[in-house]
């Protein structure tokens, strides 16, 4: 008897019809059976938002020949809740792959990451789980020089899991002189928010919120470092946020 194929949910926050799905759909068809699910438009920077007070709709789509998808009408979180629980229904996926996105998730992005809530919510329900980001925002992102690598690493992870919860964050720099893979931590640095004031038609305020991102680590052992030098990062990220080295300082005030 042969063995069973692999079983894949494919999902992002750029909506079902990026290019970067596609990219990553065929990419990981070559290693099982591919389910894709994805919001019905643009998710960016929605992190770990879910649907509450209002109803989610999950439609069956064909975009792609002998390929199952299905839009949702919610957040990335969302679709792979939707997948687990409807599409799956309990019967979990061997590997859960999000991307691949237009625009970096290194360093604090994580945090803000449809892309990689996605994956977060995905290694959560104790499926192995791995986001995929590129540097270019365009429709046009050349995605090929990557994917050699996404699919090395999908195969990594299908063949030997991840410990337990965790998942990892896969940044890939632009062009194609991609060096190869530093496994890295996460780069300390935030973003300086500012806010673009105009007026509309009414005389009314509004906002764009615009800002540049500060670096405050000059490591060379950080996602940030690895992609400024044409290496792909790969960070293990968990969804425990407890602060482990802070336990035994908060012991010590007496609470």
């Known amino acids: 008897m042969s063995k069973q194929q692999p079983t894949i949910l494919v999902v992002n926050d750029d909506g079902i019809t990026a290019p970067g799905i596609k990219a990553l759909m065929e990419t990981v068809q070559q290693l099982g059976r591919v389910?894709?699910?994805a919001p019905d438009s643009p998710q960016s920077g929605m992190g770990h938002a879910i649907t509450i007070g209002k109803p989610l709709r999950l439609d069956r789509v064909e975009l792609y020949d002998g390929v199952e998808m299905y839009k949702c009408s919610g957040t990335p979180v969302d679709c792979v809740k939707l997948a687990v629980n409807r599409i799956f229904?309990?019967?979990?996926?061997?590997?859960?792959v999000s991307g691949i996105n237009h625009g970096l998730n290194?360093?604090?992005?994580?945090l803000y990451s449809g892309t990689m809530s996605a994956a977060v919510e995905g290694a959560i329900e104790g499926i192995p789980s791995i986001g995929f980001s590129l540097d270019d925002y365009t429709l046009q992102a050349?995605?090929?020089?990557?994917?050699?690598y996404v699919r090395q690493i999908a195969e990594q992870v299908l063949q030997r899991g991840l410990p337990s919860g965790t998942l990892l964050n896969v940044n890939f720099p632009a062009g194609d002189n991609l060096k190869g893979i530093k496994v890295c931590r996460q780069a300390h640095g935030k973003w300086a928010e500012e806010f673009d004031e105009r007026m509309d038609p009414h005389k009314?305020?509004?906002y764009w919120l615009t800002g540049e991102f500060q670096l405050n680590d000059q490591g060379q052992d950080t996602d940030v470092w690895a992609l400024d030098n044409n290496y792909a990062s790969v960070v293990?990220?968990?969804f425990d946020m407890t602060a482990h080295h802070a336990i035994s300082v908060l012991n010590s005030w007496g609470l």
Not at 89 to 96: I, M, N, V, Y
Not at 142 to 148: A, E, I, S
């Open 142 to 148: 050349n995605f090929k020089p990557c994917l050699p």
């Open 35 to 37: 389910v894709v699910v």
């Open 89 to 96: 229904r309990g019967k979990k996926p061997d590997l859960c």
């Open 204 to 206: 009314r305020p509004y």
């Open 106 to 110: 290194n360093s604090i992005n994580v």
């Open 236 to 238: 293990p990220v968990q």
